[in-house]
Protein backbone atom coordinates (compact mmCIF):
# COMPACT_ATOMS: atom_id res chain seq x y z
CA UNK A 1 0.00 0.00 0.00
CA UNK A 2 1.48 3.30 -1.08
CA UNK A 3 1.76 6.51 1.32
CA UNK A 4 -1.18 8.79 1.74
CA UNK A 5 -0.79 11.67 -0.67
CA UNK A 6 -0.86 14.83 0.28
CA UNK A 7 -1.54 18.00 -1.90
CA UNK A 8 0.20 21.16 -1.33
CA UNK A 9 -0.63 24.63 -2.97
CA UNK A 10 3.27 25.33 -2.21
CA UNK A 11 6.72 23.37 -2.58
CA UNK A 12 6.77 21.03 0.17
CA UNK A 13 10.25 22.33 0.53
CA UNK A 14 8.31 25.48 2.46
CA UNK A 15 7.51 23.09 5.66
CA UNK A 16 10.98 22.75 6.32
CA UNK A 17 11.24 18.45 7.28
CA UNK A 18 8.32 16.96 6.42
CA UNK A 19 6.98 13.79 7.84
CA UNK A 20 7.93 10.48 6.93
CA UNK A 21 5.08 8.08 5.20
CA UNK A 22 3.47 10.73 3.24
CA UNK A 23 3.91 11.52 -0.45
CA UNK A 24 3.37 15.40 -1.38
CA UNK A 25 2.55 16.56 -5.05
CA UNK A 26 2.37 20.25 -5.40
CA UNK A 27 -0.71 21.26 -7.15
CA UNK A 28 -1.06 24.53 -9.32
CA UNK A 29 -4.77 26.07 -8.17
CA UNK A 30 -3.79 28.63 -10.76
CA UNK A 31 -5.64 26.47 -13.17
CA UNK A 32 -8.88 27.40 -11.18
CA UNK A 33 -8.75 31.32 -12.87
CA UNK A 34 -10.06 29.88 -16.59
CA UNK A 35 -13.44 27.94 -17.44
CA UNK A 36 -11.37 24.78 -17.48
CA UNK A 37 -10.10 22.67 -14.57
CA UNK A 38 -7.33 20.14 -15.64
CA UNK A 39 -7.12 17.80 -12.30
CA UNK A 40 -3.98 15.20 -12.36
CA UNK A 41 -4.81 11.62 -12.79
CA UNK A 42 -3.85 11.79 -8.80
CA UNK A 43 -6.50 13.36 -7.51
CA UNK A 44 -8.19 10.51 -6.62
CA UNK A 45 -5.27 9.24 -3.92
CA UNK A 46 -5.80 12.52 -2.34
CA UNK A 47 -6.22 11.88 1.25
CA UNK A 48 -5.10 15.08 2.65
CA UNK A 49 -5.82 18.24 0.92
CA UNK A 50 -4.22 21.97 1.56
CA UNK A 51 -6.54 24.69 -0.41
CA UNK A 52 -5.00 27.74 -1.54
CA UNK A 53 -5.53 30.87 0.78
CA UNK A 54 -8.37 32.87 -0.58
CA UNK A 55 -9.82 31.97 -4.28
CA UNK A 56 -13.64 31.57 -2.75
CA UNK A 57 -15.49 28.61 -3.00
CA UNK A 58 -14.32 27.51 -6.16
CA UNK A 59 -10.94 25.79 -4.82
CA UNK A 60 -13.43 22.68 -3.77
CA UNK A 61 -14.63 21.99 -7.19
CA UNK A 62 -12.13 19.31 -6.96
CA UNK A 63 -13.24 17.62 -3.59
CA UNK A 64 -15.78 15.49 -5.10
CA UNK A 65 -13.29 13.75 -7.75
CA UNK A 66 -11.10 13.09 -4.72
CA UNK A 67 -11.95 9.10 -3.62
CA UNK A 68 -9.61 8.74 -0.88
CA UNK A 69 -10.47 11.89 0.80
CA UNK A 70 -9.68 11.87 4.23
CA UNK A 71 -8.58 15.53 5.47
CA UNK A 72 -9.34 19.28 4.19
CA UNK A 73 -7.01 21.45 6.24
CA UNK A 74 -7.73 25.50 5.41
CA UNK A 75 -5.26 28.47 5.52
CA UNK A 76 -8.36 30.43 6.83
CA UNK A 77 -9.65 30.64 9.62
CA UNK A 78 -13.25 31.27 8.69
CA UNK A 79 -14.68 27.77 6.78
CA UNK A 80 -18.07 29.39 5.49
CA UNK A 81 -16.25 29.12 2.07
CA UNK A 82 -16.37 25.55 2.46
CA UNK A 83 -19.89 25.51 3.66
CA UNK A 84 -21.53 22.59 1.69
CA UNK A 85 -18.43 21.09 -0.21
CA UNK A 86 -16.97 18.98 2.38
CA UNK A 87 -18.66 15.13 2.06
CA UNK A 88 -19.76 13.05 5.34
CA UNK A 89 -16.75 11.63 6.67
CA UNK A 90 -14.52 14.06 5.74
CA UNK A 91 -12.42 16.46 8.00
CA UNK A 92 -12.13 19.83 7.92
CA UNK A 93 -9.92 21.68 9.97
CA UNK A 94 -9.48 25.95 10.00
CA UNK A 95 -6.47 27.72 9.78
CA UNK A 96 -6.87 29.00 13.98
CA UNK A 97 -3.34 29.92 14.73
CA UNK A 98 -2.48 31.19 11.36
CA UNK A 99 -3.92 34.76 11.09
CA UNK A 100 -3.65 35.61 15.03
CA UNK A 101 -1.11 38.04 14.87
CA UNK A 102 -2.07 39.59 11.19
CA UNK A 103 -5.82 40.22 11.88
CA UNK A 104 -4.40 41.73 15.58
CA UNK A 105 -2.55 44.27 13.66
CA UNK A 106 -4.87 45.47 11.50
CA UNK A 107 -8.05 45.59 13.74
CA UNK A 108 -5.32 47.93 16.09
CA UNK A 109 -4.57 49.83 12.79
CA UNK A 110 -7.88 50.27 12.18
CA UNK A 111 -8.91 51.62 15.64
CA UNK A 112 -5.97 53.88 15.79
CA UNK A 113 -6.18 55.27 12.28
CA UNK A 114 -9.95 56.27 12.85
CA UNK A 115 -9.73 57.28 16.32
CA UNK A 116 -6.96 59.50 15.55
CA UNK A 117 -7.75 60.87 12.20
CA UNK A 118 -5.51 59.32 9.86
CA UNK A 119 -7.69 58.72 6.57
CA UNK A 120 -8.19 62.61 6.85
CA UNK A 121 -4.75 63.15 7.18
CA UNK A 122 -3.58 61.27 3.75
CA UNK A 123 -6.03 63.09 2.26
CA UNK A 124 -4.61 66.82 3.36
CA UNK A 125 -1.26 65.65 2.71
CA UNK A 126 -2.50 64.81 -1.26
CA UNK A 127 -3.71 68.55 -1.12
CA UNK A 128 -0.50 70.05 0.50
CA UNK A 129 -2.58 71.21 3.70
CA UNK A 130 -1.67 71.72 7.26
CA UNK A 131 -4.59 70.90 9.44
CA UNK A 132 -3.79 69.97 13.25
CA UNK A 133 -7.34 69.41 15.00
CA UNK A 134 -8.35 67.55 18.21
CA UNK A 135 -8.78 63.25 18.05
CA UNK A 136 -10.22 60.77 20.52
CA UNK A 137 -7.46 58.74 21.62
CA UNK A 138 -8.21 54.69 22.22
CA UNK A 139 -6.50 55.68 25.74
CA UNK A 140 -9.95 55.15 28.51
CA UNK A 141 -12.22 53.04 25.84
CA UNK A 142 -13.95 49.87 26.26
CA UNK A 143 -13.95 47.81 23.56
CA UNK A 144 -15.69 45.36 23.55
CA UNK A 145 -14.88 42.31 20.81
CA UNK A 146 -17.92 40.33 19.50
CA UNK A 147 -16.12 37.00 18.94
CA UNK A 148 -13.66 36.16 21.33
CA UNK A 149 -11.64 32.81 20.32
CA UNK A 150 -8.21 33.01 19.39
CA UNK A 151 -7.75 36.06 17.50
CA UNK A 152 -10.12 37.96 19.67
CA UNK A 153 -7.65 37.05 22.49
CA UNK A 154 -4.69 38.33 20.26
CA UNK A 155 -6.79 41.79 20.10
CA UNK A 156 -7.13 41.99 23.80
CA UNK A 157 -3.81 41.09 24.01
CA UNK A 158 -2.35 44.37 22.08
CA UNK A 159 -5.14 46.61 23.20
CA UNK A 160 -4.52 46.37 26.77
CA UNK A 161 -1.08 48.45 26.51
CA UNK A 162 -3.06 51.30 25.26
CA UNK A 163 -4.54 51.46 28.69
CA UNK A 164 -8.27 50.00 27.88
CA UNK A 165 -10.92 47.94 28.88
CA UNK A 166 -11.56 44.97 26.93
CA UNK A 167 -15.11 42.85 27.33
CA UNK A 168 -15.15 39.90 25.49
CA UNK A 169 -18.62 38.02 23.62
CA UNK A 170 -18.74 34.48 22.65
CA UNK A 171 -21.50 32.23 21.33
CA UNK A 172 -21.14 30.73 24.64
CA UNK A 173 -20.76 32.83 28.26
CA UNK A 174 -18.16 31.32 29.74
CA UNK A 175 -15.45 32.74 32.93
CA UNK A 176 -14.91 36.27 32.16
CA UNK A 177 -16.49 36.05 29.03
CA UNK A 178 -19.90 37.11 27.64
CA UNK A 179 -22.57 35.28 25.87
CA UNK A 180 -24.48 36.66 22.26
CA UNK A 181 -27.52 36.64 24.48
CA UNK A 182 -26.04 39.81 26.13
CA UNK A 183 -25.11 41.90 23.19
CA UNK A 184 -27.84 44.28 23.63
CA UNK A 185 -26.74 45.44 27.23
CA UNK A 186 -23.11 45.50 26.00
CA UNK A 187 -23.17 47.09 22.87
CA UNK A 188 -24.36 51.06 24.44
CA UNK A 189 -21.75 51.19 26.80
CA UNK A 190 -18.88 50.16 24.06
CA UNK A 191 -16.84 53.01 22.76
CA UNK A 192 -15.29 50.40 20.24
CA UNK A 193 -17.14 47.42 18.69
CA UNK A 194 -14.10 45.12 17.23
CA UNK A 195 -16.42 41.88 15.13
CA UNK A 196 -13.94 38.69 14.71
CA UNK A 197 -17.18 36.24 14.36
CA UNK A 198 -17.42 33.51 12.29
CA UNK A 199 -19.82 33.79 9.72
CA UNK A 200 -22.36 31.32 10.67
CA UNK A 201 -26.58 31.25 10.69
CA UNK A 202 -26.64 32.85 14.06
CA UNK A 203 -24.03 35.60 13.06
CA UNK A 204 -25.18 36.52 9.35
CA UNK A 205 -26.34 39.71 9.84
CA UNK A 206 -26.01 40.49 13.44
CA UNK A 207 -24.73 43.84 12.91
CA UNK A 208 -27.93 45.20 11.48
CA UNK A 209 -30.17 48.48 11.68
CA UNK A 210 -31.05 47.54 15.24
CA UNK A 211 -27.34 46.15 17.18
CA UNK A 212 -25.93 50.03 14.68
CA UNK A 213 -28.67 52.08 17.03
CA UNK A 214 -27.78 50.69 20.34
CA UNK A 215 -24.39 51.93 19.43
CA UNK A 216 -23.69 55.18 21.31
CA UNK A 217 -22.66 58.13 19.73
CA UNK A 218 -19.16 58.75 18.12
CA UNK A 219 -18.56 54.74 18.41
CA UNK A 220 -16.80 52.93 16.08
CA UNK A 221 -17.48 49.59 14.52
CA UNK A 222 -14.50 47.60 13.36
CA UNK A 223 -15.09 44.53 11.21
CA UNK A 224 -12.04 42.22 10.53
CA UNK A 225 -14.90 39.27 10.56
CA UNK A 226 -16.47 38.73 7.54
CA UNK A 227 -18.64 40.90 5.37
CA UNK A 228 -22.08 38.90 5.78
CA UNK A 229 -21.73 39.79 9.70
CA UNK A 230 -23.20 43.40 8.68
CA UNK A 231 -25.93 44.51 6.69
CA UNK A 232 -24.42 46.85 4.14
CA UNK A 233 -27.67 48.74 3.71
CA UNK A 234 -28.36 49.07 7.36
CA UNK A 235 -24.50 50.25 7.89
CA UNK A 236 -24.89 52.94 5.11
CA UNK A 237 -27.80 54.44 6.68
CA UNK A 238 -26.58 54.85 9.92
CA UNK A 239 -23.00 56.33 8.61
CA UNK A 240 -25.11 59.08 6.56
CA UNK A 241 -25.96 60.58 9.92
CA UNK A 242 -22.57 60.61 10.82
CA UNK A 243 -23.46 59.30 14.14
CA UNK A 244 -21.01 56.50 14.45
CA UNK A 245 -17.76 55.59 12.20
CA UNK A 246 -16.94 52.39 11.18
CA UNK A 247 -13.77 50.74 9.75
CA UNK A 248 -13.81 47.44 7.55
CA UNK A 249 -11.68 45.32 6.44
CA UNK A 250 -14.07 42.75 4.82
CA UNK A 251 -17.66 43.50 2.70
CA UNK A 252 -20.59 41.27 1.75
CA UNK A 253 -19.75 40.61 -1.77
CA UNK A 254 -15.79 41.16 -2.55
CA UNK A 255 -14.17 43.16 -4.55
CA UNK A 256 -16.18 45.68 -3.40
CA UNK A 257 -17.93 46.73 -6.49
CA UNK A 258 -16.95 50.15 -7.44
CA UNK A 259 -20.97 51.55 -7.49
CA UNK A 260 -20.71 49.97 -3.87
CA UNK A 261 -22.61 53.53 -1.49
CA UNK A 262 -20.09 52.46 1.24
CA UNK A 263 -17.13 53.96 -1.26
CA UNK A 264 -18.76 57.31 -0.58
CA UNK A 265 -20.31 56.94 3.37
CA UNK A 266 -18.93 59.41 5.63
CA UNK A 267 -17.01 58.31 8.49
CA UNK A 268 -15.78 54.91 6.73
CA UNK A 269 -12.13 53.74 6.46
CA UNK A 270 -11.86 50.51 4.25
CA UNK A 271 -9.31 48.12 3.51
CA UNK A 272 -9.34 45.50 1.01
CA UNK A 273 -9.71 42.54 2.80
CA UNK A 274 -5.86 41.90 3.92
CA UNK A 275 -6.56 41.19 7.64
CA UNK A 276 -4.28 38.01 7.16
CA UNK A 277 -2.04 38.84 4.01
CA UNK A 278 1.16 39.91 5.87
CA UNK A 279 4.67 38.56 6.48
CA UNK A 280 3.86 37.35 9.94
CA UNK A 281 1.40 34.96 7.95
CA UNK A 282 3.57 31.97 5.97
CA UNK A 283 5.70 31.45 8.78
CA UNK A 284 2.72 30.54 11.07
CA UNK A 285 0.66 28.80 8.26
CA UNK A 286 4.08 26.69 7.10
CA UNK A 287 4.44 25.96 11.16
CA UNK A 288 0.28 24.97 11.05
CA UNK A 289 0.38 22.71 8.48
CA UNK A 290 3.64 20.99 9.71
CA UNK A 291 2.18 20.10 12.70
CA UNK A 292 -1.14 19.27 11.68
CA UNK A 293 0.93 16.71 8.79
CA UNK A 294 2.90 15.00 11.85
CA UNK A 295 -0.74 14.48 13.60
CA UNK A 296 -1.64 12.78 10.46
CA UNK A 297 1.11 10.91 9.61
CA UNK A 298 1.18 9.38 13.18
CA UNK A 299 -2.30 8.25 13.01
CA UNK A 300 -3.12 11.50 16.44
CA UNK A 301 -5.62 13.51 16.78
CA UNK A 302 -5.84 16.23 14.71
CA UNK A 303 -6.02 19.78 15.97
CA UNK A 304 -8.69 22.44 15.20
CA UNK A 305 -11.19 20.23 13.79
CA UNK A 306 -14.49 21.98 12.67
CA UNK A 307 -17.73 20.65 14.02
CA UNK A 308 -20.93 19.55 12.02
CA UNK A 309 -22.20 22.95 12.55
CA UNK A 310 -19.48 25.07 11.61
Given amino acids: MSDPLVWLPFDPSELGTVPAG ?44 MKSLQVVQLLTAGVDAARGHIPEGVTLCNGRGIHDTSTAELAVTLILSSLRGIPGHV ?99 VNVARGGVVVTDD ?20 PLPADSPLWSSPNLLITPHVGGASSAMWPRAYRVVREQLERFAAGEPLANVMSGDY
Avoid at 27 to 54: I, K, N, Q
Fill in 235 to 254: LVAALATERIHAAIDVAETE
Fill in 123 to 221: RHQDEHAWRPGWFPSLADKRVLIVGYGAIGRAIEARLLPFETEVVGVARTARDGVHGFDEIADLVPEADVIVLVTPLTDETRGLVDSEFLGWMKDGALL
Fill in 22 to 65: LRFELFDHTRFAGSHVEVPDSVGEVAFYLPPYMLGSRIFDVVSQ
